[in-house]
């Protein structure tokens, strides 16, 4: 694991374009305690371009692949590999078999494996059915449940039942107001994933970095 398990991380997902997140880049405090996300639109729109892209800005940067990966595992993996990414994410609602084959494949290649749960009721029911344990597993509420289901919670609930049974890092998506990121760390969550604040740069992006950087300790 590339991963260190005794910090908490914060992990910037960027979203819009290119330039955009060069502007964010530039903006954020250099820290180690900072992931650098290539998220699903910005790959979808630039390839793996995008991850290089990023990787190329901040040499030294964990660099995370937003794949959303639901099929052919080995080659995604290939290809944010390639990119320079360090670590990878599935799904967890992809086949067993392609999330299998996918963290097999990110051990061999040298990435963290990443399993993104949204939209997974019982995460350690996927768990449970793999060969070998992702590093990272995502619980996640997805922007569009938080736009348009108001009360769809934040599945913080799901993080000491998953640690329960296995010992795997934790990643929380899907609150990025600074105390749901504080109910994300008061909960036990490794890693929280913020994006609204970082979609476009602005005077106040390196600001409310630290912020966040304060709260994740």
Known sequence: MLLDRRKKYLQVALNSTLSEAAEIIHSLPQNDRILLEAGTPLIKHYGIESIRFIKNL?????????????DRGITEVELAQLGGASGAIALGQAPVETIN????????????????????????????KLKKLPDVVILHRGVDEETYNRDKPIPYIQINKVRASYDVLIAIAGGDTIREVQRAVFNAANIVVVWKEFYQPSAHTSQIAEEFLKVIK
């Open 58 to 70: 901040r040499p030294q940067s964990y660099v995370v692949a937003d794949l959303k990966t639901m």
């Open 101 to 128: 084959i996918f963290v097999e494949s990110c051990y061999e290649y040298g990435l963290d494996s990443m399993l993104d749960m949204m939209n997974v009721d019982a995460s350690i029911k996927i768990l449970r």
